[in-house]
């Protein structure tokens, strides 16, 4: 693989699941990481792997759909490991696949503040570093159900629209600064995700229905036969940070073992 683009990295989401596998990567590939989330206790995990294998990582504790925290999170990412040159916001959760006749409001808002507003500012406070250096990687997580109706409830579908959305409009008004902005769109990937959204949810989760809740319904929508790995995610990631990739901005790249081409 070709050398990322020169600065640190920051990963939302990175105490486990793609936002993990995502940092763990681009540790190996040589950037120091830091790791934002909500839980510390999996960002020390992470962190934990990535020095165990001879990295440079640090934890910060935060709220991502909080602007405070995310302030806070960036400078003291920057004051530790350098100048900022990668972004991936991968923090995120889900509405259990709820209809909208069943779900709350404030399902509803707390799944848009994490997903969306959530990417807002981690893209906002990433640019303010990236943009007086001419040069940076913003990397968005959104998911197949950014790019199809189905993948999730209302509030899952409308805000990971919202992810694409808004990576395209960054990329347009920002290519010209030297920052690219890319989405990645996940299929059905192993991960923690649901136990994590009810932990964040609290008393107002849902049940967390849908179809990565099944394996045979997994198989039977993917024509791959199967789920997707972290680390294929994280591979994508790691080539859209890298000097290589850019002339690549405004691109969402889905990565669902042909779900969305039947």
């Not at 990417?119 to 159900?145: D, H, Q, W, Y």
């Not at 920002?174 to 959204?197: D, F, K, M, Y």
Request: hydrophobic share 45%; charged share 15%.
């Amino acid at each position: 693989m070709t050398a990322l683009v020169q600065g640190s990295a920051l990963v939302t989401g990175g105490g486990s699941g793609i936002g993990r596998a995502i940092a763990r990567a681009l540790a190996a590939a040589g950037a120091p990481v830091a790791v934002l989330d909500l839980f510390p206790e999996g960002g020390r995990e992470t962190v934990a792997a990535i020095t165990g294998q001879g990295g440079r990582a640090t934890v910060l504790q935060g709220d991502v759909s909080r602007w405070g925290d995310v302030d806070r999170a960036v400078a003291a990412a920057v004051a530790e490991l350098g100048p900022l040159g990668i972004m991936v916001n991968a923090a995120g959760i889900l509405d259990g696949y709820a209809p909208i006749d069943e779900m709350t409001p404030a399902v509803w808002e707390r799944v848009v503040a994490i997903n969306l507003t959530g990417t807002f500012l981690g893209c906002k406070r990433g640019l303010a570093e990236m943009l007086p250096r001419g040069c940076g990687r913003i990397i968005n997580i959104a998911s197949v159900a950014g790019v199809v109706g189905s993948g999730g409830g209302p509030a899952y579908i409308a805000s990971k629209h919202g992810v694409v959305g808004l990576t395209r409009q960054l990329a347009v008004t920002h290519a010209e600064r030297g920052v690219t902005v890319n989405a990645i769109c996940p299929g059905s990937v192993e991960t923690q995700l649901r136990a994590h959204s009810t932990r964040i949810l609290g008393a107002d989760a849902p049940p967390m229905r849908g179809i990565g809740a099944d394996d045979a319904a997994v198989r039977a929508i993917t024509p791959a036969g199967r789920r997707g790995t972290v680390e294929e995610i994280a591979a994508a990631a790691c080539f859209l940070a890298t000097e290589a990739a850019a002339y690549i901005t405004g691109h969402t790249l889905v990565i669902d073992g042909g779900w969305t081409a039947r």
